[in-house]
């Protein structure tokens, strides 16, 4: 299966890393809005194109992984891209997935392409446990949790504020409220009680205590971001930084409880979770598993936007029917 | 849907109970091969047929649960009741899955029926993540743990014991093997380091010092059963076992861990987890989701064999996809 890439960030660089660990898919084409000829990539021998000559180059690539930001590029360039390829891309932005599905069915449909949407670990894999699991225990509830992770949109939000040179924020689920979830008794949570914020923050050189406090006050109250939340914030300089938070781990926990029984006297639990040391190199190997989906559907003639909802398990292996029901069922 | 019960034991009496649950789902029909007479259903007005009967009632069910035993009962009753039903089980005997497979899907195919084997917990959501987690990391290393819960084959294996009037037998993981695993370093781990067992034993009347010891000693040593565990033996009294182990909870564990990374820097752990207070009431509700699957499939035109590999997760849903993607993507 031959593979493209469009974006080379974190997440374009994680598919690549992905690739290499899947015998069965070979990196072909990189697109990007940069001067091809500026960008360095990994592998050896792998032409980067112009995202503007993308259609002249169609027919190398069987699906395009599609690495842009959600805000602005995916709504964009998914539809645009899926009148050329079978396409992926990992669009999160939760409350706008019905109209990015819209816009990426139609594309694909007209052109007779398969596209796969909000694919990674949330959405994706945390999309299809909570499925599986409200499936099974129609009567239960379902609870998320995030961390512990560096999350990108609170630590843009820091950097945009005034006196910031750099900062890294953690979202943590808190402890108490995971053993309350796992207990069974179905708790109402607020938002503080399910998540605390952990911030660290570098201030430009020559900074006073008077900036401290004042940028410790801004992060607190900032609303959206951190006002709901019990935030920490801890000042430490670039060099602590650099050296004890350059990673980007990630991971959670989506738990439903449950009751079964004819007077629904009996609890369940189902729990699954991620521990990741990189969220952009995890989230690229679950794109990487799909794209191997999208090229069979594509084969098996089916065309139009689908999610991981749609998608038999089957399909993402390189393996036979035979084999996986012999070794894994 | 139309649902019918073929086999009104523990599984039988749990699938009924999940149908209670599922708004969509209707229990039309019960097969025994008791007197129906004789048999005494919760559900009212729902009626009991011999299981010799079948094929005068095909019509009244949509999808036939069978809820028979893998060791004689499913290996001949599936593929029986293929000929006449869309059928579903919960065959779990893993190494002779493929020549169950065969056997289900050239009868299913040859009935236009739509037929889907070893459907539960594991085999089942078990065997799924498995799958996925092997798909997203395929370089890593996979583990499965079981319990707390009650093991009803090694539960058996005691009471067959001359002088052993009835035993109920625990499996428990070993704490520190899991904290092993989640630590991402791989271990190999043998039998004995995974599991231990913890066995329950109600004596005969009348029992001596010496046969409680002559029975610790034949448990402990019983091959495949418990040679090769850390085996702990408990002597109680009848009311003692029904008052503190009357449930049959079960659960465990599937972990696997592995590298990402251009230079397999990075470490990830995924785990999914049940923890069940009863063991016979999940499966059921994993068959009763899985059932309206098949019927699903079976309306679009598919006939034969599936497993739990084959079937897109939005088939398990009451929901459209619209309300998926909308509610939990």
């Not at 935030?231 to 938070?245: A, K, P």
């Amino acid at each position: 299966m031959r593979i493209g890439i469009l974006g080379y960030g974190n997440l374009g660089r994680g598919v690549e890393c992905a690739i290499r660990q899947n015998p069965d898919c070979e990196l072909t084409a990189v697109f990007t809005r940069r001067d091809p000829s500026s960008l360095k990539i990994q592998t050896p021998g792998v032409p980067v194109y112009n995202v503007a000559d993308a259609a002249a180059h169609a027919s190398e690539v069987d699906v395009l992984i599609i690495c842009g930001g959600s805000a602005t590029d995916l709504p964009k360039q998914t539809p645009e891209f899926a009148k050329l390829f079978n396409v992926i891309d990992s669009f999160d932005t939760h409350a706008r997935i019905p109209e990015h599905f819209a816009a990426v069915d139609a594309a694909a449909h007209a052109a007779g392409n398969c596209a796969l949407i909000s694919c990674g670990w949330d959405p994706g894999m945390f999309s299809l446990n909570r499925l599986y699991a409200n499936c099974i225990l129609p009567e239960g509830k379902d609870y998320t949790f995030w961390g512990k992770g560096v999350s990108q949109g609170h630590s843009d939000a820091i950097r945009r504020i005034e006196g910031v040179r750099d900062a890294r924020q953690y979202t943590i689920p808190v402890q108490e409220a995971l053993d309350a979830v796992r207990s069974g008794s179905q708790p109402e949570l607020t938002t503080r009680q399910k998540h605390t914020r952990e911030c660290f923050v570098v201030l430009n050189d020559g900074a006073t205590d008077a900036d401290k406090a004042r940028v410790e006050k801004e992060i607190k109250e900032m609303p959206n971001y951190f006002a709901d939340y019990d935030t920490t914030v801890n000042f430490i300089s670039m060099e602590e930084l650099q050296r004890d938070h350059a990673g980007i781990p990630h991971g959670g926990f989506v738990i439903r409880t449950g009751k079964t029984g004819w007077n629904r006297e009996f609890d369940n639990v189902i729990e699954y979770s991620l521990k990741l040391d990189s969220n952009p190199a995890f989230t690229s190997s679950v794109i990487v598993a799909y794209a191997r989906a999208v090229f069979r559907m594509k084969n098996e003639g089916m065309t139009g936007c689908k999610t991981v909802f749609d998608v038999p398990p089957a399909y993402l292996s390189p393996l036979s029917g035979e084999e996986i029901r012999a070794h894994l069922l």
